[in-house]
């Protein structure tokens, strides 16, 4: 029934330590996202993908690296994880470009 | 570049009064999209209202109504016979022409019982 799943929903995990982060979405929407929610709470985009091509790529870290195996999933996979890595990160999909973005609950990323 | 900036960090309504959460943006864009989402404490994030740029028409959904005011670059959030579900952080968005969705800081809005 969920539209946009993200697993896991809580990551805690040392420095220096590489994990992932899965998304997948059912609504056969084309365009994915990722957006990272800071300590403030401020959401800014990092990743946006077209029927599995990137578009969008906002000056994240090289460690950063999204993969979508096909339009309905988006994964981001963080090599060499920093403390400055800790936020929640929100994936997200939509119909076409600028109609309303559906998010997933969120991944909340801890790096100790 | 566009920009959204929400001053309020923290808003308070009784519940069943009425608030009103400001929001005004930049841009040198005619055609974009207006948002508000909420995220409750659950960190979900919700979409509350959506307004097309090209609509003099406020949008309403329900207890929410948008007060669009273009020339002024202004995009506030009225909500109406508040109740103890609203409580959350409200966040304006813009979406033009970039194709990212643009955030402002957001608005934490307690309602009292």
């Known amino acids: 029934d969920t539209a946009v799943s993200q697993t896991p929903k809580y990551l805690v995990t040392q420095m220096g330590n590489d994990k992932s982060i899965k998304c997948e979405q059912n609504l056969g929407h084309d365009t994915m996202y990722w957006y990272k929610q800071d300590s403030k709470k401020f959401l800014k985009i990092m990743f946006s993908?077209?029927?599995?091509?990137?578009?969008i790529n906002e000056t994240v870290p090289n460690r950063f690296s999204p993969k979508s195996p096909d339009k309905a999933h988006l994964n981001l996979h963080i090599n060499s994880l920093e403390l400055g890595d800790s936020a929640v990160y929100f994936c997200?999909?939509?119909?076409?470009?600028?109609?309303?973005?559906?998010f997933g609950n969120g991944t909340r990323l801890t790096v100790t | 570049a566009q920009t959204v900036t929400q001053s309020q960090p923290e808003m308070s309504v009784q519940e069943a009064e009425t608030v009103t959460l400001s929001c005004t943006y930049d841009t040198s864009e005619s055609d974009y999209y207006l948002f508000w989402y909420k995220q409750p404490p659950s960190r979900q994030m919700i979409l509350v209202i959506r307004?097309?740029?090209?609509?003099?028409q406020n949008a309403t959904e329900n207890r929410f109504s948008v007060n669009f005011q273009k020339a002024a670059k202004s995009f506030s959030l009225k909500i109406s016979d508040s109740q103890l579900g609203d409580a959350a952080m409200y966040f304006c968005?813009?979406?033009?022409?970039?194709?990212?969705?643009?955030f402002g800081q957001g608005t934490t809005l307690q309602v009292k019982p």
């Open positions: 993908y077209n029927n599995k091509e990137l578009i």
């Open positions: 968005a813009y979406w033009g022409n970039t194709g990212k969705l643009i």
């Open positions: 997200a999909s939509s119909r076409v470009p600028r109609s309303p973005l559906h």
């Open positions: 307004q097309e740029a090209y609509k003099q």
